[in-house]
Structures are given as C-alpha cells and as structure tokens.
C-alpha cells in the first residue's frame, strides 16, 4: 500500500496545456475520487499517474518514490479502464493469471491470488468461461479481478462503470467500495457519474480545464463549494443560482435584490460583504419549498418532473430566471398554477463577483 503525491505536475500536447500545475496529496488506503467535466484531464492526470503519459514537468511520487521517470511496470499500479480489453480466446482464470504468469510467478502462487481474487469479486463460478459467456457486469469484474490479483500498491479506475446499465453500474460500484474496504488499497478513481463520486470517495478531487478547483470530502464538497464552480458541478439537480446586489446591510444583516424584486434578509452575512455589492445567490433546489398562493417570491410553475421518490418543479421566478425545487414524493404543484418559494435564509450560499464564495452557509433543516 501505498500514498500518491503529485507536485506541479503539468502536461502539454503539443502547444495544448492539458494539465496546469496540479499539486495533490492523497494518503495511504485513501479512496480518491476525480470528476470534472468531460475533457478537463481526468484520464490524462490518471496516465499521468500511471506512467502512460510522461509529464512534460513537475514530479509523480508513489510510496515516497519518485517514480516521475519510471515505467509503468515499475510503479506498483494496476489499472482498470471502461472496456474490459479481456482476451478473447482465454478463460476467466487464464485473462486473470496471465499478468502474474508474465511475471514470472509460481503457479501455485498464481492459483492462490486468482482464486481470492475471484472470491472477492463472486466470480468463483466463471474461471472456464470465455468472456463472450459473461455478461458485462461479469466481464467488468473479471477486468477488476486482474487488476486484484496482481496486488498493487494503488488501483486505479477510469470510468470502469460507465459501460454498464443503470443497474448493474449500482451492483458493480457496491463491489468496488467492498472491495476496498477489504483490502484498503489506494484508489483513485475517474468518473463523471456523481453519485459514484459522492458514494465512493473518501475525498473528491474537482478538476475543471487543468486544475483543481476544490479537493475535499463529498459533504465538504456539497455543503461548502469553494466557488461557483464547484456549486453548480456538485448535486443535481444542479443548484440555483441567480445574481443579487445586496441593497442595504444592517447591524450585520445584509438585504439582498433578487431578480423580479424580491428582497431577502439574511440573518448573518460574511464580514467583507458592502452594500452595492453584486453577488451570486446559490440555494439547492432540495432546500426550498413551495406553497401555493400569490404574493412573496415565487412564480407561475413551468414544469413538474415526477421521479416517484422524489419530483422537481420548475419556477418561472423572472424572465431570465427559472428556480428548481425539489421534493419527497409526489408533486402537489401543476404546471401555470403560481406558487410561493420557501427559501430558508441559513440554506444561502454567497458568491462574490469573481465567483469566489463568500459565505458557507449549512443547510437548514
Ligand atoms: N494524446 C492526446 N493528444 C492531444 N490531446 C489530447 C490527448 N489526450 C487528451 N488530449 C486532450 O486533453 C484534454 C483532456 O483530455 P482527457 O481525456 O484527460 O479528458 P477527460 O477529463 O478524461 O474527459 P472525458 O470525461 O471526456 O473522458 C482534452 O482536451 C483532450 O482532447
Ligand atoms: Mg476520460
């Protein structure tokens, strides 16, 4: 086992800077997690990490080696990619045993790891089979299953998942957070799917064009965005946000202009706000409410998404403007009828003009 520290790490293609200067720590058995839209080098900063791309300045160190020149053999990683890549013409056990036959291993040794391996993953039952035998979901654990057995001292996953139905993808991430917790390898692990990074992180790493925008834990991440960025890219739905200047501030307590209008009092606002001040306003749709009536904030309702569990509808607040709420169950809202939006003052997040934020607020409620 092992940590992974990345020191300034930045990669060009070409004139192309597709990198920019990541410096990351991430601890021995930590689960690290990167998102980020797509294109912004998350699989780059992966291969980077890997040795498949050489990096064009900064150092990667594994295990407190640097290892920034060596190849990837000798880095103690082992990958799992999207497609399986499984060679056809062999077995579950031989796809499995055939990294540590190449390396020379025993093979009592090599049945000892595949067998474990397998049994970790419940795919005791599948050694003889071909892959085209498997189901997907199957193959994937067998791809994972040969990344198992060849003990590394850091997994890493870009988008293992992503080939898979919405199902399976559940089945399968349930597997890898197993996994990990039994054998507390290193992880890092790309995706774009938000519930996996939520579920499986320890920590997120929140990439955006090249570096990093804000690294902490999932709730860290949800609770308190360092920037608008990170508000809008983390919890779907995506959370509101609308432009406010802030009309006057009182003992502390700062008035905010909203679109249409309206006027909220916060009951507490970061030291460095000033009247006149444009800022960003951010709320997540899961803390507003509705109640029906005219008057207050609010509007007509546009749209009304029933997702069982849970529905969403949408506000008209002002032209350019429409809010997102979300709550339990059915929807008691329909669509043109005007309602009032709730808006809890501790649930407000604040984003200065540089979309830097201003105040963390919690949640209510
Ligand atoms: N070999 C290459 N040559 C030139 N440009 C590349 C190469 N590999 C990646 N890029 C560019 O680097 C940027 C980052 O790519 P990367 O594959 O790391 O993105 P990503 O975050 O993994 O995206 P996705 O979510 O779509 O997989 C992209 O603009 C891509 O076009
Ligand atoms: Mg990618």
Redo the contacts with the bound molecule.
């Keep these: 086992m092992a940590g992974v520290r990345l020191c300034q790490v930045r990669k060009h293609?070409g004139r192309?800077e597709?990198i920019r200067g990541v410096d990351l720590d991430i601890a021995d058995g930590e689960f690290v997690v990167f998102v980020?839209p797509?294109?912004?080098?998350?699989?780059?900063l992966l291969r980077l990490i890997a040795g498949l791309e050489e990096v064009s300045s900064g150092a990667v160190l594994i295990a407190g080696k640097d290892v920034t020149e060596a190849p990837p053999k000798a880095r103690g990683i082992a990958m799992v990619f999207q497609s399986y890549a499984l060679y056809p013409h062999m077995t579950v056990y031989q796809n499995m045993a055939f990294g540590l036959e190449l390396s020379g291993a025993r093979n009592a040794e090599i049945r000892a790891r595949v067998e474990r391996g397998a049994e970790m993953l419940r795919i005791g039952e599948l050694l003889e089979r071909k892959p085209r035998e498997l189901s997907g979901g199957q193959r994937q654990r067998v791809a994972i299953g040969r990344a198992i057995v060849r003990e590394p001292k850091v997994f890493l996953f870009d988008e293992p998942l992503s080939n898979l139905d919405a199902a399976l993808r559940v089945q399968t991430r349930v597997e890898i957070a197993r996994l990990h917790a039994k054998t507390g390898t290193t992880a890092i692990y790309?995706t774009?799917d938000q519930v996996e990074a939520m579920t499986l992180a320890d920590r997120i790493v929140l990439l955006n064009e090249g570096r990093i925008e804000q690294v902490g834990a999932p709730l860290d991440l949800y609770h308190r965005p360092a920037n608008l960025f990170v508000a809008g890219f983390i919890g779907s739905p995506r959370m509101n946000l609308l432009p406010a200047t802030v009309a006057t501030i009182e003992a502390g307590r700062p008035s905010l202009r909203l679109p249409g209008g309206y006027e909220i009092a916060l009951p507490a606002g970061p030291g460095e706000l000033e009247a006149g001040a444009s800022v960003t306003l951010g709320v997540r749709p899961e803390h507003l409410g509705l109640t029906q009536g005219t008057g207050g904030f609010g509007g007509p309702v546009e749209l009304v998404e029933e997702l069982g569990e849970s529905h969403n509808v949408y506000v008209r607040l002002a032209r350019d403007h429409l809010m997102t709420v979300r709550g339990e169950g059915a929807a008691s809202s329909r669509v043109g009828e005007r309602v009032r939006i709730d808006l809890p003052p501790g649930a407000v997040h604040l984003f200065d003009a540089a979309g830097k934020a201003l105040r963390r607020a919690a949640p209510a409620g």
């Design positions: 293609f192309t597709v980020g797509s294109g912004c080098g998350k699989s780059t790309v774009h």
